[in-house]
């Protein structure tokens, strides 16, 4: 009776997906990969695509830890040029990097 319960209770206790090592060794590549990618393009123009098809350039400075605001420098808007700004990302449709530099 007690090796049936344990047989039970292994299977119950198998890992689930995403705790599996290679899973989170996926995680913590593909994590380190955003960071680089966002130190690497700290400093560079982008345009960003709002909606109503606005299109603004600016520079983009990074996000907040929830990636919810995105810090901007010298965004050109139809009214005037903004020195900093914070754009919402929920109000970002896309934005475009160009020549990205890679992180050292």
Known sequence: MDSKNDAENEEVMEQPEFAKPEMQEARAFLRERFLQFIKGSIGRKATFHLYENSHVPGEFHGLDVDCLDIFVRNLETPLGKVP?????????????I????PSE
């Open 84 to 96: 900093e700004a914070i754009l919402r990302a929920t109000d970002v449709i896309s934005f475009d």
């Open 98 to 101: 160009k020549d990205i530099k």
